[in-house]
């Protein structure tokens, strides 16, 4: 059980980490956020609303008691930007060797675990709408 615990830890940290580490470049409007956000048709607004709700997911991660909704919004997100590389981007960005797909992988499997580990949370708000 401990072990459990170290990865679910290591899955919290690692996807807030990556998802914090990025809004310095949506947020300052890097080159490559810009040409990212106006390739997928979502410059300025999209880059800036990505942001913001990266920084809430970031945030909700790392409180143990909403982890898993900060899991369920980066998961949602990541499945986003993964579409995107798979549609629009490719999976190398401006000759990144393809670093910006992997971060979206690596939060997205992370998120995915948070969820899996706190499935039981997930599943009663669930029920709680069934109920009403």
């Known amino acids: 059980m401990k072990i459990v615990n170290i990865f679910y ?3 919290r940290v690692v996807a807030a ?3 914090l580490q990025t809004l310095f470049f949506k947020f300052s409007a ?3 956020s810009v040409y990212i956000f106006t390739t997928v048709g979502m410059e300025p607004w ?4 990505v942001g913001v709700f990266e920084l809430i997911a970031a945030v909700l991660l790392l409180v143990p008691a909403t982890a ?3 899991a369920g919004l980066g998961l949602g997100l990541m499945i986003g930007a993964l579409g995107m590389h798979f549609t629009l981007l490719g999976i190398e960005v401006q000759g990144d060797h393809g670093y910006l797909f992997t971060l979206s992988l690596i939060v997205a499997v992370c998120s995915a675990f948070v969820l899996q580990h706190d499935k039981t949370k997930v599943f009663a708000l669930l029920k709680s709408f ?3």
Do not use: D, T
């Not at 999209?46 to 609303?49: C, E, L, P, S, Y």
């Open 17 to 19: 980490l990556i998802m």
């Open 130 to 132: 069934q109920k009403s």
């Open 46 to 49: 999209g880059r800036i609303a």
């Open 30 to 32: 890097s080159a490559e």
């Open 9 to 11: 830890w290591g899955a």
């Open 68 to 70: 898993w909704l900060g």
